[in-house]
């Protein structure tokens, strides 16, 4: 599955396709909107990139400080709620690869 499938299934299906990695379907909860559920799995992946993940969480819910400590956490570049979209494709492309 690409990022784009993954962003297309999120807005077209019920449910997370399966055989997903955890990374993947939090980031298939968050487009779909689904906060709670993309943060409850961003916060058990102990990993950079779950730090990423949890990082847009924060981003999205406007928590701003908390996003940065997460971006900070994760090595990554912080990042504007104006750049959710772009962030959100570019986790999603490394996360697909």
Known sequence: MTATQLKTSAATEPKPPAGLSPEAKALW???KGEWGAAH?????IETPMGSWLHALMHLI???LG???YW???AGRPVKKPSQIEELW???A???MK
Request: aromatic share 8%; net charge negative.
């Open 93 to 95: 492309e490394e996360v």
């Open 29 to 31: 909860y968050t487009k």
């Open 89 to 91: 494709d570019e986790i």
């Open 66 to 68: 908390n996003a940065r």
């Open 40 to 44: 409850e799995i961003a916060q058990d």
């Open 61 to 63: 819910e406007g928590d």
């Open 71 to 73: 971006f900070v956490e």
